[in-house]
Nanobody
Framework: QVQLVESGGRLVQAGGSLRLSCVASGRTFSRYAMGWFRQVPGKEREFVATISRSGSSTNYADSVKGRFTISRDNAKNTVYLQMNSLKPEDTAVYYC?????????????????WGQGTQVTVSS
């Protein structure tokens, strides 16, 4: 398994932007498809975005499409989530996840490794 550490979460006003980062340990980062999920208390962890091993393919939840962008730098073992036009409903703990199997996934069970999460709070 790969170890994941997220950073970049903080309090931001509605309409603002944030960039989350997730650094992975090890030398095999390019063998993992990566995803971002988010969770609020009392709700299921929900899919936000995913990116293929090479970065050539991405997929987004409808709720963030056009506002969020997932990207990766395999040389730096890092995946990013650029979040623009933030809304109060984007408030959540954001988790980075790694998938070792081929393809990408949008379900929690599609991923093998998880980070500890980073809090994003959007004020109105």
């Amino acid at each position: 398994q790969v170890q994941l550490v997220e950073s970049g979460g903080r309090l931001v006003q509605a309409g603002g932007s944030l960039r989350l980062s997730c650094v992975a340990s090890g030398r095999t980062f390019s063998r993992y498809a990566m995803g971002w999920f988010r969770q609020v208390p009392g709700k299921e962890r929900e899919f936000v975005a995913t990116i293929s091993r090479s970065g050539s393919s991405t997929n987004y939840a409808d709720s963030v499409k056009g506002r969020f962008t997932i990207s990766r730098d395999n040389a730096k073992n890092t995946v990013y989530l650029q979040m623009n036009s933030l809304k109060p409903e984007d408030t959540a703990v954001y988790y980075c996840a790694a998938r070792s199997r081929l393809g990408v996934g949008i379900l929690r069970d599609d991923y093998d490794s998880w980070g500890q999460g980073t809090q994003v709070t959007v004020s109105s």
